[in-house]
Nanobody
Framework: QELLAESGGGLAQAGGSLRLSCAASGRTRSPYAAGWFRQVPGKEREFVAAINWNGGSTYYADFVKGRFTISRDNVKNTVYLQMNSLKAEDTARYYC???????????????????WGQGTQVTVSS
């Protein structure tokens, strides 16, 4: 069974930090590209960051550049999103996704991912 499980969300103050984790199991344990997306009610899911299978390539949305860092530990089958200098507008449900079909690249579009987690809520108070 393919499974991605996010954790690490919660409540933070503006200017603070959180680290999200995305643990993979099942089919997603194979080499895979990964991405983080976020969504607020009434809006489309938007791209946040992406990483290829070995961490050699990363890509960020403009609104998180310099504040968020995506990384991975393939021994632990886990992808991370370190979020610093949080803003109230970062409040959203954050989802991780994987692409084991073509793991060598980074992907910005949600349709390019095969598997999704259930998400973890991040709330930033101003």
């Amino acid at each position: 069974q393919e499974l991605l499980a996010e954790s690490g969300g919660g409540l933070a103050q503006a200017g603070g930090s959180l680290r999200l984790s995305c643990a993979a199991s099942g089919r997603t344990r194979s080499p895979y590209a990964a991405g983080w997306f976020r969504q607020v009610p009434g809006k489309e899911r938007e791209f946040v960051a992406a990483i290829n299978w070995n961490g050699g390539s990363t890509y960020y949305a403009d609104f998180v550049k310099g504040r968020f860092t995506i990384s991975r530990d393939n021994v632990k089958n886990t992808v991370y999103l370190q979020m610093n200098s949080l803003k109230a507008e970062d409040t959203a449900r954050y989802y991780c996704a994987s692409n084991p079909t073509a793991p060598w690249a980074t992907y910005l579009g949600a349709p390019e991912y095969d598997y999704w987690g259930q998400g973890t809520q991040v709330t930033v108070s101003s």
